[in-house]
């Protein structure tokens, strides 16, 4: 519960949030003990943490700078006449 609580430090552990692979690895290698993800989830949620996830939408973004990226030249497809024209019968 410490080691969560506490959070990793990116220095030493090349993380800046805790993964279960991650605390898996800890558990491993502090105490010899090999469990499965399920069981890291299912021990964090008995001691009142909550699992987090990634963010599943892009950050705001700056409307200048979308308009700014957009390309300004001219589609390189375009319609000949030919084809526009009514077919004879």
């Known amino acids: 519960m410490r080691i969560v609580e506490e959070g ?3 220095a030493i552990h090349g993380v800046v949030r805790w993964r ?3 605390l898996i690895m ?15 989830y299912r021990a ?8 987090v996830s990634a963010r599943p939408r892009a950050y705001k973004q700056d409307p200048a ?6 390309k300004t030249f001219l ?15």
């Open 26 to 40: 800890r558990l491993y290698e502090g105490f010899g003990i090999s469990v499965s993800d399920d069981t890291v």
């Open 65 to 70: 700078e979308i308009d700014a990226f957009k």
């Open 8 to 10: 990793p430090m990116p």
């Open 44 to 51: 964090l949620k008995a001691l009142g943490f909550s699992h």
């Open 20 to 22: 279960a692979c991650d």
């Open 75 to 89: 589609p390189a497809w375009r319609k000949c006449r030919q084809c526009s024209q009514p077919a004879h019968r």
